[in-house]
């Protein structure tokens, strides 16, 4: 009887290396320019109107450069879209904190205290605001007093009610009082970034809106 043999099989183990880094997510279009104008604000707070770049969003992102010019293709469109997200969110600011119908004292306490919580909540919209506000040799500074006067607007609608209620004098110079009054919320925003307390914070505030909506005392 023969015995015939089986030949031997060998089988090599195979080594299969599988990432575990997820695919990259392709965002919509109106998602990633969201996402990056997000990025060109916070760049833009770091470094200054007049310094932040593409390149410096894109890192910010995690993108490439051409990504970012896919939706702002030039430094001016940048600045543009940047400069639009701040008026946009102090015009909401202070449509929300300037309703009508409110005493004036009720309505310039919340916008006074906005401007404090913000300049912690969102801190790069309140830094961007601050440097536009001093650039008064660049070109976006004309664009910047537009946005002055609605703001200047709105707070003297507020002050002409106060005029019309009897809570602010007659003769008051409701267009010196708006202006300082806006100029105060630089300062309770600089107030903020530079450490003071709460306390400090809450009584520059209030000690600013008696003084646009107290009566002058009588001269000696």
């Not at 604000?41 to 051409?66: C, K, L, N, W, Y």
């Not at 003769?171 to 300062?187: E, V």
């Given at each position: 009887m023969l015995l015939v043999s089986k030949p031997s099989i060998t089988v090599s183990a195979v080594s299969i290396t599988i990432s575990s880094a997820p695919p990259r997510t392709r965002l919509a279009p109106q998602v990633r320019r969201a996402q990056?104008?997000?990025?060109?604000?916070?760049?833009?707070?770091?470094?200054?109107?007049?310094?932040?770049?593409?390149?410096?969003?894109?890192?910010?992102?995690?993108?490439?450069?051409?990504?970012?010019?896919?939706?702002?293709?030039?430094?001016?469109?940048?600045?543009?879209?940047?400069?639009?997200?701040?008026?946009a969110y102090l015009l909401a600011m202070t449509a929300e904190t300037l309703r009508p119908g409110q005493p004036p004292q009720t309505a310039l306490l919340a916008l006074g205290r906005?401007?404090?919580?913000?300049?912690?909540?969102?801190?790069?919209?309140?830094?961007?605001?601050?440097?536009?506000?001093?650039?008064?040799?660049?070109?976006?500074?004309?664009?910047?007093?537009?946005?002055?006067?609605?703001?200047?607007?709105?707070?003297?609608?507020?002050?002409?009610?106060?005029?019309?209620?009897?809570?602010?004098?007659?003769?008051?110079?409701?267009?010196?009082?708006?202006?300082?009054?806006?100029?105060?919320?630089?300062?309770?925003?600089l107030m903020q970034f530079a450490g003071a307390s709460p306390a400090e914070v809450e009584a520059t505030i209030v000690l600013l809106v008696r003084g646009l909506v107290s009566r002058p005392a009588a001269p000696v």
């Open positions: 990056l104008l997000d990025c060109a604000v916070a760049v833009f707070a770091e470094h200054g109107i007049a310094r932040a770049t593409h390149s410096q969003v894109a890192a910010r992102a995690g993108v490439s450069m051409a990504a970012v010019h896919v939706y702002f293709r030039a430094r001016a469109d940048l600045v543009d879209a940047v400069l639009a997200e701040v008026e906005r401007f404090a919580a913000d300049a912690r909540l969102r801190p790069a919209l309140i830094r961007v605001w601050l440097d536009w506000s001093t650039g008064v040799r660049d070109g976006v500074w004309p664009r910047y007093l537009a946005l002055l006067d609605q703001l200047h607007a709105r707070t003297r609608a507020v002050l002409r009610a106060g005029q019309a209620s009897g809570d602010i004098p007659a003769g008051a110079d409701i267009t010196a009082a708006a202006r300082l009054f806006i100029g105060g919320g630089h300062t309770v925003a």
